[in-house]
Structures are given as structure tokens and as C-alpha cells.
């Protein structure tokens, strides 16, 4: 943990050197503002000699007047210093502390990138948004402010402590008594606060999940009238975050009281002892007044660092929580051999294909085929016998177990991802559509698109027309989901995205579902302006869609079992023709 939080403040430790010169020249002057007011009742007001340094100085006994000039001068001086350096300590943390956190929600979510499907097939997205921003956060917080203030006291205790060692090393014993009792206290609540801390995290990354699915399934939830259900869901989890918290607070609110009740002991030994002394005439008064001067700034940062543990608990948590992601190794391996592609003509097979999410229980048996370029292949079989998974291993989603699947006679493995997916097409069920202009939305295909291009794209796919009816046409801003728009709509922004793409590889799975006839007939003939020259795969529940395939695979239980033409398989009288009786 130590040395991912080194590598986190590298790259700005040309800052870390001014905030720590900032704090030592601080943390000086702090432990200078007590001898003014030594000088001015022993010097001043008493007839104690001054200090042999201000006779160099000032020359052989300097007179009262001339030292108490030095001491208000000396006051003001420290108190300008101490005022500068803190700002600058405070400033420049507090810059650490906000580029380290967007270092970090960068590191997190390119990773999340990088990782597989399989890696969110097995997590929930709410613990995840709940690590890039409450965990962050916490991890902020504590390098612009309790970071600061932990080093700060920690250089305060250690200069105080060898200054009232060289004062009185007695009267400094007598003070440090009560310690190893706080520390002992101290480092038996750090385990459970930390514990604690983790339990309030799983709690509020639950909430942020049933917040999460319940507003982005809103319309499910007001078609089947379960908000009343959603609100008690919400509750139940808010009440357990509630006694989670509860349980940390009661748990770090212990650290306080202990640590004023033992300061007070060990403050209290001092005054005894030092009344004593100056009673005696071993000690003046200025050195005592300055002692307990010590004395208190010193249990003030120790009283800080007790409490700071609860804070070093909580980033310490989110550091752990941050890291759990970025250790999350489910990336797809990369060979060694892989290189960029710019082009592919669009030949697609299948070689002994097996795969499965659980590699014990396969979805996809030993499937082999082949498609030459520009082929429209349908995808039929019950659901369940593996469409949507063939599909996905076109463009790596997830690596096959056994098996090859090739792309004009090239492993797809032996690409690189990135110019991989760049040859495949998506037209789904669902065309998700983002919180952002027209425009913008088609330009997800290709960000690098002209207008130009985007509009040509837009007729293309029959959505010129709708798009200039809205309010400000390209530039209309589309609401998340763009449930605004119609079905059809959607998917017609969907066909223009891709065909701005310019694939040479189609993947339709099932886009004209649940559309009225006019949507329906709209978007198959976007479609077919779309997937002419390309090589395309469609899934299909509604078999008159892939009538005209080139070659139709029924699949069933994750293998083949059946393959040829509309006419070929009705002649088979098979699965395909049973089927297709059922549409």
C-alpha cells in the first residue's frame, strides 16, 4: 500500500518539496512563538540576563526597552512566516490532493476499459461508480487535508519534544507517561475502525446499485406500479448503511475523550511538578509558562494523530478498494504477435469453436463454418442455443476456450483489439443512445466523422428526415437512453452510428424488435443500405427477416445443427422448418 502511494505523488514531487519545506519552516515557527513571551517575563519583567545569543546580537546587556522591541518584532515575524508557509503548505496539498485523485479516476476507468465482458458479468456497476467516486474522494480528502495536518503534527511532536527534552527531560517523562496508554488505545480501535469503514463502503455501494436500477429501469417500474417495492428496497438498505455508520462513528468518537482525558493527566502532572520547582527556585516562571506552552501545543497534534487514525482508516479503505479494481486482472491477453489492421475484406469462420462463461459448462460445442465476404448469414435456434454468444466472439469479448475464430484466414487473437472491433458493426435490440447532441451520437461510430459524413450517414439510414423535425436539429440534445424518441428512431440513429463506422463486418441482432410495421419497414430498408458489400450476421426471432440469407445456421444447445439456404432447410423438414411454423 505504501508503495502504491508512492507511485501515486511521483510524478508531483516537485510540489511535495514545497509543501514539505512550506511545513518545516511552519512547524519552526511554531516552535519559536513561545520565546517572546519567555524573554519579556523573565528579561523584561524579571531581571533574569537575556539569553547569550541576543547579547551577540545586541551587544553586552542589552536594556529592557531594546528587548522588548526584539520580542513584539520577533512576535510579528514569526506570526507573518508561520501565516505564509501555511498557505502555501495548505495550497499545494490541496493541488496534490486534486490531481492525485484525477490520476486516479483515470487509472481506474481506462482499466475498467481494458478488462473483459467476463469481468462485469460477475460485478455489479454500483460498487464500481461507488470506488470512483466515494473511495477517490476519500483518498482526496485525506492527501489534501489529513496528510497534511498528520505531517504537520507528526514534525510538531518531534520538534517539541526535543526542545522540552533539552528544557526539563523530567518534567518532559512526567508529560510522555500517559502515552503508551493512548498508543496502546489507538492501535486496538484501528482494526475495528477499519473494519467499520469497509462495512459503511459495502453499504453505500448497495444503495448506489438499487439507485442505479431502479431509475435506469424507471419505465419497467412505472408499468408494473413497484415503487412503493423500489422505495422499501431503498429503505432497507439505507437503514442497514444508517447502523453501519452509526457503528463507525461510535467506534472513532471513543479516540476524543480517551485522548483529552490522558492529555489532562499528563498536563496536570506537569503543573504539580513545575509549581514545585519555581516554589523552590529551580525553575522560573518564563520557563515554566513556556514548558506548558510546549506542553500544550504538543498534546494538541498528539490528540490530532490519535484521531487521525479514523481518517488513515478511511483513505486506507478506499486506497484498498481502488486497488481491487486495478489488480481486477480479467483482461484479454495479448499476442505477442499481434499487430493493427486497416482493412479486412469480411471472412469470417469458425474452426472447433467451443467456449462457455463457466469453461465447465459450455454454451458454444465444437461449431465450424464459413462465410466468404459480403455473405449474409442468419442466426436462428431457441433461445439459448448460443446467437448472441457466437456474435460475441467476433470481435473479442471473450476469448474462445478451444478453437479458432479467424477473420480473412487471421486469428482473431492475432489482432489488436482496438483495430479489431474496428471492422465489426453493431446494430442491436436496443440502440443505447448517450446524453448528447444528434450529431454526437451518430459520431460514436467514428469521432473522427465530418458533419458531412454524419448527415450522409443520417439519410442513409432514413433518419435525416426526423432529426431536422427536431427542436435544433443535429444539435438537439438527447435525454440518457433517449427514451424521448421512438423505437424506431432509436434504431435508425443506431444504423446511421454504424454505417458512420463503415465496417466491414455487421452484427444485426434483432433490431427491428418490438417495432410497429412502419418503424419495422423503415429500418429494414435502412438495413439494406447498410449491410450491402458487407459481410453480415443476423439474429433472428422473426425467421421471415433472414428469408434471403445467403447461408442460415440453426443452433441448438450450442451447436449446429442445421445449415443452408431458406429453401435447403424447409426441404430438410428440421428445427429450422419447426420454427419457422411457430413464427
Request: with cysteine.
Amino acid at each position: 500500500m505504501l508503495r502504491f502511494a508512492v507511485r501515486l505523488v511521483r510524478p508531483y514531487w516537485k510540489w511535495l518539496t514545497c509543501v514539505l519545506v512550506a511545513m518545516v519552516i511552519e512547524t519552526v515557527m511554531s516552535l519559536l512563538s513561545p520565546w517572546p513571551l519567555k524573554i519579556v517575563l523573565d528579561s523584561v519583567l524579571g531581571d533574569v540576563p537575556a539569553p547569550a545569543l541576543f547579547e551577540r546580537w545586541l551587544g553586552p546587556s542589552p536594556g529592557t526597552a531594546v528587548l522588548l522591541n526584539v520580542a513584539v518584532i520577533g512576535t510579528v515575524v514569526i506570526a507573518l512566516l508561520q501565516a505564509v508557509s501555511a498557505y502555501a503548505t495548505a495550497y499545494y496539498t490541496v493541488s496534490i490532493g486534486q490531481w492525485i485523485a484525477h490520476d486516479l479516476r483515470q487509472s481506474v476507468y481506462g482499466h475498467l476499459q481494458r478488462l473483459s465482458m467476463a469481468y462485469y458479468d460477475r460485478q455489479q456497476v454500483g460498487p464500481i461508480v461507488s470506488t470512483i467516486t466515494d473511495d477517490i474522494n476519500a483518498v482526496q480528502d485525506f492527501a489534501s487535508t489529513s496528510l497534511l495536518d498528520l505531517l504537520i503534527d507528526t514534525l510538531t511532536v518531534v520538534g517539541m519534544l526535543a526542545i522540552m527534552l533539552t528544557l526539563n527531560w523530567r518534567f518532559t517523562l512526567v508529560a510522555m507517561a500517559v502515552m503508551p496508554v493512548l498508543f496502546v488505545f489507538v492501535a486496538r480501535l484501528r482494526g475495528e475502525i477499519r473494519e467499520a469503514t469497509h462495512a459503511v463502503r459495502r453499504r453505500q455501494s448497495e444503495i448506489v446499485s438499487i439507485v442505479q436500477e431502479g431509475l435506469g429501469a424507471i419505465r419497467v417500474v412505472k408499468a408494473f406500479a413497484q415503487g412503493a417495492f423500489e422505495r422499501q428496497r431503498l429503505e432497507a438498505k439505507s437503514r442497514e448503511s444508517v447502523q453501519a455508520a452509526l457503528h463507525a462513528r461510535r467506534v472513532r468518537s471513543l479516540l476524543g475523550p480517551v485522548a483529552t482525558t490522558l492529555v489532562a493527566l499528563g498536563t496536570a502532572g506537569v503543573l504539580w511538578f513545575g509549581t514545585q520547582e519555581v516554589m523552590r527556585g529551580a525553575m522560573t516562571a518564563g520557563a515554566l509558562v513556556v514548558f506548558l506552552n510546549y506542553l500544550g501545543r504538543l498534546f494538541r497534534p498528539v490528540q490530532a494523530l490519535a484521531r487521525a487514525s479514523a481518517n488513515v482508516a478511511q483513505a486506507t479503505v478506499g486506497l484498498e478498494r481502488v486497488r481491487s479494481v486495478l489488480d481486477a486482472d480479467l483482461r484479454l491477453p495479448r499476442h505477442a504477435e499481434a499487430t493493427a489492421v486497416a482493412l479486412v475484406e469480411g471472412a469470417v469462420e469458425f474452426r472447433h469453436v467451443t467456449f462457455g462463461y463457466d469453461p465447465a459448462r459450455p454454451v458454444l460445442r465444437d461449431v465450424s463454418f464459413r462465410v466468404a465476404p459480403g455473405s449474409l448469414v442468419g442466426l436462428v435456434g431457441p433461445s439459448g442455443s448460443g446467437k448472441s454468444t457466437l456474435v460475441a466472439l467476433l470481435p473479442r469479448f471473450y476469448d474462445v476456450g478451444d478453437g479458432a475464430v479467424l477473420i480473412d484466414g487471421r486469428d482473431v487473437r492475432h489482432f489488436t483489439i482496438r483495430s479489431l472491433r474496428r471492422q465489426i458493426g453493431f446494430v442491436l435490440q436496443e440502440t443505447q443512445l448517450f446524453h448528447a447532441p444528434v450529431w454526437q451520437n451518430i459520431a460514436y461510430g467514428r469521432p473522427e466523422a465530418s458533419r458531412d459524413e454524419i448527415e450522409t450517414a443520417a439519410r442513409a439510414a432514413l433518419a435525416h428526415d426526423f432529426i431536422m423535425a427536431l427542436p435544433d436539429g443535429y444539435d438537439t440534445v438527447i435525454g440518457q437512453g433517449g427514451q424521448a424518441l421512438s423505437g424506431g428512431q432509436r434504431q435508425r440513429i443506431g444504423i446511421a452510428r454504424t454505417m458512420v463506422r463503415d465496417s466491414r463486418i455487421l452484427v444485426l441482432d434483432e433490431p427491428t424488435s418490438g417495432l410497429d410495421g412502419e418503424s419495422e419497414r423503415q429500418v429494414f430498408e435502412g438495413l439494406a443500405r447498410l449491410r450491402q458489400g458487407r459481410t453480415t450476421f443476423v439474429i433472428a426471432h422473426n425467421l421471415a427477416t433472414v428469408r434471403d440469407a445467403d447461408c442460415i445456421l440453426v443452433l441448438d444447445a450450442g451447436r449446429i445443427v442445421e445449415r443452408g439456404t431458406h429453401d435447403e432447410l424447409m426441404a430438410l423438414n428440421g428445427l429450422y422448418a419447426t420454427l419457422l411454423r411457430q413464427d
